[in-house]
């Protein structure tokens, strides 16, 4: 019997935790695992020590890591994990971990959206989304990540039908600036409206990007703005106001107690 593959040297690595919120119904919604190192190193160092050969392994292996660590820290939203289309393309199976993971540790499979980055789809997307559906048939949710990095490309909408994108952060920084990103960044969102596939504004960092893309209302959010990635934990999100919202929530309500009868002064 042939052993089950290992990762040879796997390097030592933890996860943070960034909420994904909505700014309509004011909570999160969602949170995002990211990868560390045992004392909070940045992704890069953990990833630069996996050998290319064995990283769709180490893929599989940290999503499980990342599920059991957020069901012991007791997460009750759902959980985005990075995923590499390849792996499922490489090990048809590979998202059987993935399933096992969250079974035990009590999430349900309707709260694992697994991220594919847009750039790193593989280029049969008609046979990856075979692979993938029976997955999704039990619940499995799939989000299209860094939308816009590479071609913004409308087909792969059609051919995937995710049930989220997030759009670039290339795509968002500045984005208040009136420029060819606006546009683009509408057409992604009209598209995405008709197609019933919600949108996520990642790596939202300053008021004047929140605002701009709350006017096109897109309502949902990621990014420094609303909350850093906490090491190990869920931070507390922070909701900022826009201009307007400050505005309409510092009107005075108009009261609904009856006014006194006003005495009429003799003549």
């Excluded at 509408?186 to 598209?191: E, K, P, Q």
Aim: hydrophobic share 45%; charged share 20%.
């Amino acid at each position: 019997m042939s052993a089950e593959p290992h990762i040879p040297a796997e390097p030592a690595f933890s996860f943070a935790f960034q909420p994904i919120v909505d700014t309509v119904a004011r909570e999160v919604v969602a949170w995002e695992a990211l990868i560390r190192g045992m004392w909070d190193e940045p992704a890069w160092q953990v990833l630069n020590q996996v050998s290319p050969l064995h990283f769709h392994l180490f893929d599989q292996t940290a999503r499980s890591a990342a599920i059991a660590l957020a069901g012991r820290l007791g997460i009750d939203r759902p959980l985005h994990l990075n995923f590499l289309p390849q792996s499922l393309a490489s090990y048809p199976k590979s998202l059987l971990t993935t399933l096992e993971a969250a079974h035990e540790a009590g999430l349900p499979i309707g709260r694992i959206v697994l991220e594919a980055p847009e750039a790193e789809l593989v280029e049969d997307r008609a046979h990856f989304a075979g692979l993938l559906k029976e997955y999704r048939k039990l619940g499995l949710r799939l989000a299209i990540d860094d939308f816009g990095a590479a071609w913004a490309d409308l087909n792969i909408l059609a051919d995937l039908q995710p049930d989220q994108i997030k759009l670039d952060m290339r795509l968002i920084r500045s984005i208040e600036r009136p420029g060819t990103r606006q546009a683009i960044v509408r057409a992604i969102r009209l598209a995405c409206f008709e197609l019933n596939i919600d949108v996520i504004a990642e790596g939202v960092e300053t008021l004047a990007e929140y605002t701009w893309l709350a006017d096109q209302n897109i309502r949902h959010f990621q990014g420094y703005l609303f909350a850093r990635p906490a090491f190990e934990a869920f931070p507390p999100a922070h909701f900022p106001q826009t201009a307007e919202e400050a505005a309409t929530s510092a009107r005075p309500v108009a009261s609904s107690r009856p006014q006194p009868a006003r005495s009429k002064k003799r003549a």
